[in-house]
């Protein structure tokens, strides 16, 4: 239902044409900006975005202001001003701010010793939103095997993923592995068991 309304007013805007308005062509998400806007009276901003729709009266002619609470999801977004003379529209994009966040799965969390590629760790890089961090980040992934060494190396995440597979250590006990991004740090445990007789 939201979708229809979306494309309704896109169209009417598109097909009417007359006060205009001039969003940057793109934001960091989380950030607020301001629209210049043309045209004179009173009129009704419309902004619509991946998860939202928002509804609210302006002037015409003044700059229009869309808090940072309204920009936190990435996504294309649509600003009409619809005022007596008409409506006009615009898309804008929101990107993904700087990524601060990570996901981060180990698979198994039992698995046996001295066992070639049987871990697999996967990190999701995220900003503080929630957004898929898109361009290639670097992720640091350690193991500390228990009264071990820590060994870490960095890769480049690849559309918001990266992962790793790891060998299991000679001897039985507790591992820790680790992602980490700028000051993001995950770590989980994964128990190194005797292997079978």
């Known amino acids: 239902m939201r979708n229809a309304f979306s494309i309704l007013i896109v169209l009417f805007a598109t097909l009417a044409g007359a006060a205009e308005i001039h969003p940057p062509a793109q934001v960091a998400a989380g950030n607020s900006i301001t629209i210049p806007s043309s045209g004179s009276g009173d009129a009704t901003f419309y902004l619509l975005g991946p998860t ?9 002619g003044t700059d229009i202001t869309v808090d940072s609470e309204q920009l936190e999801h990435a996504g294309v977004y649509s600003a009409v001003l619809c005022a007596s003379d008409g409506c006009s529209s615009a898309r804008f994009l929101v990107n993904p701010a700087a990524p601060n966040r990570l996901s981060f799965l180990v698979h198994p969390s039992r698995v046996p010793v001295d066992s070639p590629n049987r871990i697999s760790a996967v990190a999701f890089v995220q900003d503080n939103f929630h957004n898929f ?3 290639p980040e670097a992720v640091k992934f350690s193991v500390q095997p228990k009264d071990g060494k820590e060994i870490s190396a960095t890769r480049n995440s690849e559309n918001g993923v990266e992962w790793v597979r790891l060998s299991s250590a000679k001897k039985e006990g507790p591992a820790r592995l680790g992602a980490s991004i700028g000051k993001a740090n995950e770590v989980r445990i994964v128990q190194q068991v005797a292997a079978d007789a």
């Open 133 to 135: 961090v898109l361009k």
């Open 52 to 60: 939202m729709a928002n509804k609210r009266k302006v002037q015409a």
